[in-house]
């Protein structure tokens, strides 16, 4: 019996994770057709009808380029980091609270924030280990931010632990029946959307890509396959940010189509933003996260313990 359920998770993880992949491929459609629309021109409209074969042509092409080999990187670390990048991405959708089965354990929310942490190390080796001024520099910064945000992120979301009074995704749905935190709580919402962009190295914070000063950021050296592991990664952390966001603030059924309608709107905030935002300067975005979101979130965290206990005395 053990080994049944052991097998039918492992297929279900394989069917959740070729979703994904399958959406991060439509994601990147989106963002070129959103981006396209909003500098007034047409996106990709040519491979098949409307463009919607674009991500799979692009996908073959960058899996059969020629593979670069930097002499002085340091070669293992270099060709695992990417791999090691998309599985820790991939990981994260282990805490999907699928009704079916699954892993929708009672620490979710916990395994997240462990988890998200964990892709900080495989930037910062990607960039060292390419042994090139540009992509070491790009790595120190996107580490940096990423850390930074981190820490106003876990405290905005530990404000909403307060309040459910737990670390599953599943009392969310239950304790949004009625009513959606994001209408009670809407600054620690709109906090928690930028900690995600700056958390995903998205604009106006990918100072990891600036590519007026740093060419690339920490990906400059790859090429190929690795370049399409990064940028997977990048997509499928998007995706889930959304879903987070979406689950925490707006409530709903996992399996309605009206919550998935919300997470794609996420995703569209996310491309709408890039096509819309200037780049941040860098000290302003650290200032950002130290001297305004973590003052917040501290007050908001305090505010939530205090309604909780006075709700429990009551």
Known sequence: MFMLDLILIVIEFLVVFLTVLVGVAFLTLLERKVLGYIQIRKGPNKVGFLGILQPFGDAIKLFSKEQTFPYMSNMNIYYICPI??????????????????GVSFCLSLLFFLVVSSLGVYSIM????????????LG?????????????????????????????NLLMFFDYQKFIWMLLYSLPLVFMLFISCLAETNRTPFDFAEGESELVSGFNVEYSSGGFALIFMAEYSSILFMSFIVSMVSLGGNINSYFFIMKVVLLSFLFLWVRGTL???????????????FLPCSLIFLGFSLGMKIFILMN
Do not use: C
């Open 84 to 101: 090691f990048s998309l599985m820790i991405s991939l990981f994260m959708w282990i805490i999907l609270p699928l009704f079916s089965g």
């Open 125 to 136: 080796m990607a960039g060292w280990s390419s042994n090139s001024n540009y992509s070491l």
């Open 139 to 167: 790595s120190l910064r996107s580490v940096a931010q990423t850390i930074s945000y981190e820490v106003s992120m876990s405290i905005i979301l530990l404000s909403f632990m307060y309040y459910i009074g737990g670390f």
């Open 278 to 292: 200037p780049r941040f300067r860098y000290d302003k975005l650290m200032s950002l996260t130290w001297k305004s």
